[in-house]
């Protein structure tokens, strides 16, 4: 995103921004409905998904797991509900309407989509290759093809299973590291798109203070997850993904978005080849090895 630099950015008009305020108006219980979404996908306990925490209350997780809770889930968390989950964060910008960021995908395809990321790399291969033996000669060499030509605009996939997050994540520690990181980087794409503090303020739904704190890279304060969407939405950007660039305790998050996005690719194209019955067999075996012990 940040080397967008004078290209694509388009700063959202008032009637835009106006737009985003009603958009946006129910973030925190989609957000919360997505949360909750992925967790019975996964089959996640809520107390197998405490444990995952420290410095979370339990009281407090399970609040921001409530649709009719009313106070704001900070971004930083719903981050690192992402990571412990291996899902990626926009994806609970959807809600339950998860379908329609994948058109055209099935509930079956969609829980697939919802628990590779918790398969390691031989796994992941592993189901790429089985699928591969379910095609039809032609199908076969389109996505073998496809799959080549995937492959080759992204790291090496084989450093997919360093970026698993640790059994217990320090949230405290992980929002100094996320404010961090957001601080410098917001700073420096306002400075190199020429955009003044009081657009991006206005842009993000922030007075003009809150903002000035946002950009202290010293200072560790939670905001609304609306300011993810409202970055990307109100700049035209394709991700907000950079601005998690500069973290340095948990550098494998960042990292992570990058594999994330070559999974989902490889497997949207690939369910698009198989039948129904295919489909939920995959799903099955996909749903079975994401279980964590």
């Known amino acids: 995103m940040l080397d967008q630099k004078n290209k694509n950015i388009v700063i959202a008009s008032d009637q835009e921004i106006a737009h985003l305020d009603e958009m946006l108006r129910n973030i925190d219980s989609d957000i919360a409905m997505g949360m909750s979404y992925v967790k019975r996908i996964q089959g996640i306990t809520f107390n197998e998904l405490k444990k995952r925490f420290g410095g979370l209350s339990g009281e407090t997780l399970k609040k921001y797991m409530q649709q009719s809770y009313s106070s704001m889930r900070p971004i930083h968390f719903v981050a690192a509900y ?28 969609i829980k697939v989509l919802m628990c ?3 398969l390691s790399s031989k796994q992941f291969n592993t189901i790429l290759d089985m699928i591969e033996t379910l095609l039809d000669n032609d199908s076969r060499q389109g996505f073998s ?25 320090d949230l405290r520690a992980f ?4 404010y961090r990181s957001v601080a410098i980087t917001i700073k420096r794409f306002r400075i190199e798109n020429n955009i003044t503090s009081y657009t991006m303020a206005k842009v993000l739904g922030l007075s003009k203070y809150q903002y000035s704190v946002l950009e202290d890279q ?3 304060t939670p905001f609304s997850i609306s300011i993810g969407a409202r970055v990307r939405l109100g700049f035209n950007l394709n991700s907000h ?5 500069e973290m340095e305790q948990f550098t494998a998050f960042h990292q992570l978005r990058r594999y994330q996005h070559y999974r989902d690719i490889l497997i949207v194209e690939a369910f698009r080849r198989l039948n129904p019955h295919q489909k939920n067999e995959v799903a099955q075996l996909v749903s079975h090895l994401s279980i964590k012990e």
Do not use: C
């Open 82 to 109: 992402s990571w412990v989950t291996m899902v990626p964060p926009t994806s609970f910008y959807y809600g339950l309407k998860v379908k329609e960021q994948f058109r055209g995908m099935d509930d079956n395809a």
């Open 116 to 118: 590779i990321g918790r």
């Open 145 to 169: 093809i496809f799959k080549r030509n995937t492959q080759s605009k992204f790291y090496s996939k084989d450093k997919y299973d360093q970026l698993f997050p640790p059994s217990v994540l």
């Open 175 to 178: 929002a100094i590291d996320y």
């Open 218 to 220: 010293n200072k560790t």
């Open 241 to 245: 993904a950079d601005f998690t660039s």
